[in-house]
């Protein structure tokens, strides 16, 4: 059992049980908090931010943050275990998202450790001659953070991680589904020095709870990632003077224009479509690809799709795993169904594997209005459509009120370059798929996908400000 990480001595207010996604399995049980709770947490930390001599100093995060990814980097196998284990993603995928966690942290002390005010350039006009002026750094204020199940450790680095960075304290809220890695990340900043109420986890006993930890006045920064129609809907209701940042889904697509190499566009397709059972919300959805080959290149990613290995997600060989709950099968089946009768090409998969696995699905020139033409899939299913001209692409690929990440496969530079200019995307992979990301690059969803800018070094500016002295001279 999990007790409450809580600035509070009350009891809980539950209890949650966490549960496999592949097989249903009990994997541990967490407390759940309350208004009541909620209330504690905020004021133990709105303390700490109003003490400020209590502030932790930024060599001392330095120290904090350094020997925390030191634990974590001899927990290596114990953390890829559990986030698989919890949030579904195969052991070698979810692998490389721990080292990815251990390389956010250390990402947090070098952007720490290179950040700095700046000088403003007073003097310059009679009024301000014998003035010179500066500014440095200080935290924001309270962070809550609301997180996302799909990178049930390193989307809680990114959130939590730059918090301490930046010196606020942070309450952290993370998805009902994965709570387990959230934990454990934070009892592994405690055991490097982080005082308690510097680092609470939330864990709702319902939604008046959560809502009540978000739209709280005391709250000085809210990060949150996860679905459009929750974010947007929370921003709505966020006290005034919070700041946030959003970060939702899109429906990315990937541009196939001549000349391009097949087999190269074709695994890194399959690879950036089926990771995570396309539950990322940077997946490739839909690829765009010349009338004359687009068939063919459809018929070679069914036959990529059917080679992948779907099973339990801390089996080695295991490239694709469940989906994060059961009513996902139902939504993602029930979309592709509606694309087959409304003329899409089934070439494979379109069928559930067991109660919790759908099989890897290739869709081919669904109709521009069905689901999985227009909404995010958050499943494995690919989409692949003709073109007669790219234009006819650009116009359909920036068709939808999301814009997110975006794929071109392309040898020429300039038809590339072209195609990068014309694509609404924050971001735009040049023969690589869409979901690539590394921390320390912006990640910005674009139009309903998101407010602000993500990425660790952006995410300790946001939960910063630049205050400024103003000095007259004699």
């Known amino acids: 059992m999990r007790d409450l990480m809580l600035a509070s001595d009350r009891p809980a207010a539950g209890m949650l049980t966490v549960t496999s996604p592949y097989d249903g399995r009990e994997l541990g049980h967490v407390a759940t908090a309350n208004v009541d709770h909620v209330e504690d947490a905020l004021t133990a930390a709105r303390a700490l931010f109003r003490n400020r001599d209590g502030w932790l100093s930024v060599p001392a995060r330095i120290e904090i943050l350094s020997r925390a990814a030191a634990i974590m980097e001899s927990e290596v196998d114990e953390l890829t275990l559990l986030a698989a284990s919890e949030g579904g993603k195969p052991c070698v995928d979810s692998r490389v998202e721990v080292i990815r966690a251990i390389d956010g942290v250390r990402l947090c002390i070098e952007s720490l450790r290179a950040e700095a005010g700046y000088v403003v350039p007073l003097g310059t006009t009679p009024a301000t001659t014998g003035r010179k002026a500066f500014t440095q750094k200080e935290p924001i204020g309270v962070v809550v953070a609301v997180s996302a199940f799909n990178h049930p450790l390193n989307l809680i680095v990114h959130q939590v991680g730059p918090a301490v960075a930046a010196g606020c304290p942070v309450i952290v809220k993370p998805a009902d589904d994965t709570p387990l890695s959230c934990i454990r990340f934070v009892e592994i900043l405690r055991e490097a020095g982080l005082p308690d109420s ?173 689901k999985v033409s227009s909404l995010e899939i958050f499943g ?49 992979m040049i023969n690589d798929h869409s979901a690539f990301r590394d921390d320390v690059m912006p990640f910005a969803g674009l139009r309903q996908s998101g407010l602000g800018v993500g990425g660790i070094p952006h995410t300790i500016s946001d939960m910063q400000i630049d205050k400024m002295m103003v000095l007259k001279t004699l």
Request: proline share 5%.
């Open 198 to 370: 510097w680092a609470q986890v939330l864990v709702a006993n319902d939604l008046e709870t959560a809502e009540k930890l978000v739209t709280d006045s005391r709250v000085g920064f809210f990060s949150f990632i996860g679905s459009a129609k929750v974010g947007w809907m929370l921003r709505s209701k966020l006290a005034p003077g919070t700041r946030c940042a959003l970060e939702h889904g899109g429906a990315a697509p990937a541009i196939l224009a001549e000349p391009f190499d097949p087999g190269m566009a074709l695994a890194s397709v399959a690879k950036g479509g089926f990771y995570h059972a396309g539950q990322v919300c940077v997946s490739v959805q839909r690829v765009f690809a010349p009338n004359e080959i687009a068939e063919d290149f459809a018929k070679g990613l069914a036959a990529e799709a059917e080679e992948l290995v779907v099973g339990a997600p801390e089996d080695e060989a295991t490239q694709v795993g469940p989906l994060i709950r059961h009513a996902e099968l139902t939504r993602v089946s029930g979309w592709v169904d509606d694309a087959v009768a409304a003329g899409a090409t089934l070439l494979c998969g379109g069928r559930k594997i067991s109660a919790s696995c759908y099989a890897p699905t290739v869709l081919l020139n669904p109709p521009a209005d069905a």
């Open 380 to 428: 494995p299913v690919v989409c692949v459509y003709g073109y007669d001209h790219v234009a006819d692409a650009i116009e359909q690929a920036n068709s939808l009120p999301v814009a997110f990440q975006a794929a071109v496969y392309c040898d020429d530079i300039n038809t590339a370059t072209e195609l990068y200019r014309l694509l609404d995307a924050s971001a735009v």
